[in-house]
C-alpha cells in the first residue's frame, strides 16, 4: 500500500508559502477572520463558563489569552478554549464536502502557540492552510461512510489538521510531522450522539489541544506508527467502512481546499440553511407575520431530518437542531442569528405554535443546499418558493462586506465596537502582521485592561 | 431500549463501601500495589522523558506527584505521566476477559485526584473498585468485536473507568455520572496500531487524564447526552460491530471485575506467557543452554501471533512483541523481566541467533494461557512441555510474595530499597490509610527530598 501518511507529511514538511496562490490565501483570511468573530462573540457561553471553573484551578497561566475574556492559561488550554467558544453557536465555517467545520481546531491550535513563539502573518496563514488541508483531505477519504457511522468529523478529522498546522509552525522534519499525525491520529474521537450538548463544541476544542499536544510530543521525538492514516489498525481502516487515499495524496499542492470553505449566514447546522432563506424570502417578498400562517411544508435533503428533525426543542441549543424552530423564527423575526436561538425564544408560544404548523418531508432528488417550501395562508393563498442554493453556499457565497457584518454582530457586544473595529483590521490585515500574537492581545478584550489595571 | 447509561449510573452514585465484600478489596489491594510497583519502575523511561520535556512548559505545577521522579505538576498532567509510565513496560494487570489492563487508567487518575482533595484509603479502594468495574463491565459488552476492528480497548474504555471513579470521589449526583460517562466517551480513542510504540502507554495516560477531566466538568454540569453506551450514535454502536448491554447492567454489586484481575509475571504482552514460562521450565528442568538448542517449535493461540508476531524486533519495545525473543530470553536468561526487554538483549547475537531457531504455529484448540512446546536438542534429543495455564493466570495466580517481589525488583532501582519497603508498607496497608496521598508523597522518591533540600 501506497505510504499515505509519509507523502502527506512531505508535503507538509515542504510546502512553503510563495508556493501557494494568492486566491487561496484570500480565502484563508475570510475564514480566519470569521473564525475570529465566532470565537469572541461564542465566549461569553456558559459552556465557557463552566468549563473555565471546572478546570482553571489546573491550568497553568499567563502564556495564551482566552478570546473575549481577558484571561490568559497555557497554550494548550487556550486552544481547547477558544475551539469550545468558536463553535459553540454552530456559526463557523464549513467544508461542504464533509460537513467539517474546518477553522476551529486550526485556528485555535496555531493562535495559542503564536503567543508562546512568535510567528508572521504569513508563516501563519500557511500554518492554517495546510492545517485545513490535512483535515479536509482526511475527511475526503472517509466521507461520507465515517460520518454515517456516528462520527463528529469536525473532531475526528480536526484533530490531524492541528497537529499538521502546528507541526508546520514548530518546523517538524518529515518522521517528526509522521509522528505528529500518529498521535493525533491515535486521540481522533468525538460522537455525533453529542449534537445538542455542550460537548459537540468540546470536539473542536480538544481537537485542537490534542492536535497541539501532539506537535509537541513529537518535536521531542516522542514516537508513534508511521502508518496511522493507512495502517490495518489504523484510521481510515478502523473508524470507516469506506475509504479512498488518492483523496490524501493526489493533487497536493496543485488545489486547496480552503478554496471550498463556506460561511454561515445563520447560527445553526448548515442543512437548515435553505429552509431559513428560503422562508426569509417568503416573508419579506409577501410581509408575511406569523398570523397569516396557516401551515408550511418543506421538502428537504434526507440529512436535514437526520440531523435537525427536533420536534419539540426545549433549549436554544436544541433549536439549532429544529428544522422547524428555525423556520418558524425565519418567518416571525425574519432572521436566525444567535439571539433567535436563545431559550427564551425556544420556548416563546408564539414560535411554538407557528413551529407545530410546520412539516417536513424527506427527498432524495433535493441537494443539500436547496429547499422547496409550500405555504398556505389563512386567507387560502399558496405561496412557494424555490431554492437552488443558499445563501452561503459556495454558488452564493457570503461577501466580504456580508462577513464583516457578521463579525460585527458577534464581537461589538463582547468586547466593544471600538476593540472589534480594531480586531477586524488587524484580522483583515493578518498576512502583513508581524506577529499575529497581537491579534489574540486585542481580541482578549476589555476585561483584560481591566483586571491588569 | 434500556436505559444502559443510567442504571450504571445510578449504580456507582450509591455504591457503598460497606457493600463490598472483603475479598474484592483484598484483590483490589493487590491490583494496586501492583500498579504501584509499575509506575514506579516505568518512570524512568524515556517515554516519560520526552512527554515531560514537550508538555512541562505548559502544565502547572506543585499540586500531585509524578511517581519516581520527585517532581510535582498539576493534578491533570500527573494522571497522564503515571498512566503511561504503569503501562510503559508493559508489566501491569490483565482481566483476561477483555485484555483490558484495568488499574492505569484507574489509579493514575485518582491517586492524582487523591493529592488535591484529600480521601482516605477505603474511599480509595471503592472508587477503585467501581472505576474498574466501569471499564471492564463496558469492555465486556463489546468484546471481542471491539478490540478486532484495532481499538486498544485499554484506552478505550479506561476513560470511561477514570472518569466514573473520580466521579465517585467528587460526590457527582446521578445526572452529572450520567454526564461524566458522556463527556469521557466521546473522548474514547486509540489504535492498536500504536502498539511498540511510545503511543501504547501514552493510552493509558491520557484515558486518566481525559476521565478525569470529564469528571470534573460533569462536576461544574457540563454536559453531554444522556445515553453515551447504548445511544445509535453512541459508544458500543460507532466503535463495535457486536455488543450486550446486559453485561453492563446485569449483576452490578453481586459480583465485581476486579476478581477476576490478574498479574504478569513477565515484561511483556500476556499472550507470550505461556511461552516463556513454558522455555523457563523445560531450561531449568534439563539444564538448557541456548548452544543445545536446535530448534523450537511453539503451538500457540492464534492471537499469539497476530499481537507477539515480530520475528526480527528491533528495540525493546518489539521485543515484548515478538514471542520469538521472547522465548529467546526465557531459555538464555530464564527470565523475561524488564532487563530482558532492554535494546541490547534484542540486539544480542546469542538471542538474535536461537530467536532464528524458534517457530510457532497457530491453533485454534489452544487456550490463550495455554501452549505445547516441543524442543529439540543438538544432540538429538524432543524435550515437550505443555503449559495448561501460564503462571500469572487465575488459575496459577501469583502470590502476594511474589507480588511484593516483583514490586521490589522494579521500584528499587528507582527510589532505593528502604523507601520501597516504606512505599510497599503503605500500599498493602492502604485500606486504612487516612489520607492516600501519602503514597503519591513517598512514591515520588528521593528525587523530591534532594530537590526540596
Not at 77 to 87: D, Q, R, V, Y
Not at 138 to 144: A, C, E
Not at 162 to 181: P, V
Not at 399 to 422: C, M, N, Q, W, Y
Request: with cysteine; net charge negative; aromatic share 6%.
Amino acid at each position: 500500500m501506497t505510504e499515505v501518511t509519509r507523502i502527506l507529511a512531505r508535503y507538509l514538511v515542504q510546502a512553503k508559502a510563495e508556493d501557494i496562490p494568492a486566491a487561496v490565501k484570500q480565502e484563508a483570511v475570510r475564514s480566519f477572520l470569521n473564525w475570529l468573530g465566532c470565537a469572541v462573540g461564542g465566549s461569553v457561553h456558559p459552556t465557557l463558563d463552566r468549563a473555565l471553573e471546572a478546570l482553571r484551578p489546573f491550568m497553568g497561566s499567563g502564556q495564551a489569552t482566552v478570546l473575549g475574556r481577558g484571561e490568559k492559561v497555557d497554550i494548550l488550554n487556550a486552544a481547547f478554549l477558544n475551539g469550545i467558544s468558536s463553535h459553540v453557536f454552530d456559526f463557523d465555517d464549513t467544508h461542504l464536502k464533509t460537513i467539517i467545520h474546518p477553522a476551529g481546531p486550526v485556528a485555535a491550535a496555531i493562535l495559542a502557540l503564536a503567543e508562546h513563539r512568535p510567528v508572521s502573518g504569513a508563516e501563519f496563514l500557511t500554518a492554517f492552510i495546510l492545517g485545513v488541508e490535512t483535515e479536509c483531505r482526511i475527511g475526503n477519504s472517509v466521507y461520507p461512510a465515517h460520518y454515517d457511522i456516528g462520527w463528529h468529523i469536525t473532531g475526528t478529522a480536526g484533530v490531524f489538521g492541528a497537529a499538521a498546522a502546528t507541526g508546520k509552525l514548530l518546523g517538524l522534519d518529515e518522521q517528526q510531522m509522521i509522528w505528529a499525525l500518529g498521535i493525533a491520529g491515535t486521540q481522533s474521537s468525538g460522537f455525533r450522539e453529542m449534537f445538542g450538548t455542550m460537548c459537540k463544541s468540546f470536539h473542536p476544542g480538544r481537537a485542537a489541544q490534542n492536535g497541539l499536544t501532539a506537535a509537541l510530543l513529537a518535536k521531542q521525538n516522542f514516537t508513534s506508527s508511521d502508518r496511522v492514516l493507512e495502517a490495518p489498525r489504523g484510521f481510515a481502516q478502523v473508524m470507516s467502512t469506506a475509504r479512498n487515499f488518492d483523496e490524501i495524496t493526489v493533487g497536493l499542492g496543485e488545489h486547496f481546499e480552503i478554496s471550498l470553505n463556506t460561511y454561515k449566514p445563520f447560527a445553526c447546522g448548515i442543512v437548515i440553511h435553505p429552509s431559513i432563506d428560503g422562508c426569509v424570502q417568503l416573508r419579506n417578498e409577501n410581509s408575511l407575520k406569523a398570523d397569516d400562517v396557516a401551515s408550511i411544508e418543506l421538502t428537504v435533503h434526507p440529512l436535514v431530518l437526520e440531523l435537525t428533525g427536533k420536534k419539540t426543542p426545549r433549549t436554544g441549543l436544541e433549536g439549532k437542531f429544529s428544522v422547524y424552530h428555525s423556520s418558524s423564527v425565519a418567518i416571525i423575526h425574519g432572521a436566525a442569528g444567535e439571539v433567535e436561538y436563545h431559550d427564551e425564544v425556544v420556548r416563546d408560544p408564539e414560535v411554538i405554535a407557528l413551529r407545530d404548523r410546520i412539516t417536513a418531508v424527506a427527498s432524495p432528488d433535493i441537494r443539500e443546499d436547496e429547499v422547496i417550501i409550500r405555504l398556505t395562508t389563512r386567507d387560502g393563498r399558496t405561496l412557494s418558493k424555490h431554492v437552488k442554493h443558499a445563501i452561503g453556499s459556495l454558488e452564493r457565497p457570503m461577501s466580504d462586506a456580508d462577513l464583516e457584518k457578521k463579525f460585527h454582530g458577534l464581537v461589538d457586544p463582547v468586547i466593544g465596537d471600538r476593540t472589534a473595529d480594531a480586531l477586524l483590521s488587524l484580522a483583515r490585515g493578518i498576512g502583513d502582521l508581524p506577529d499575529v500574537g497581537e491579534i489574540a492581545r486585542v481580541g482578549a478584550g476589555n476585561k483584560q485592561q481591566a483586571r491588569s489595571n
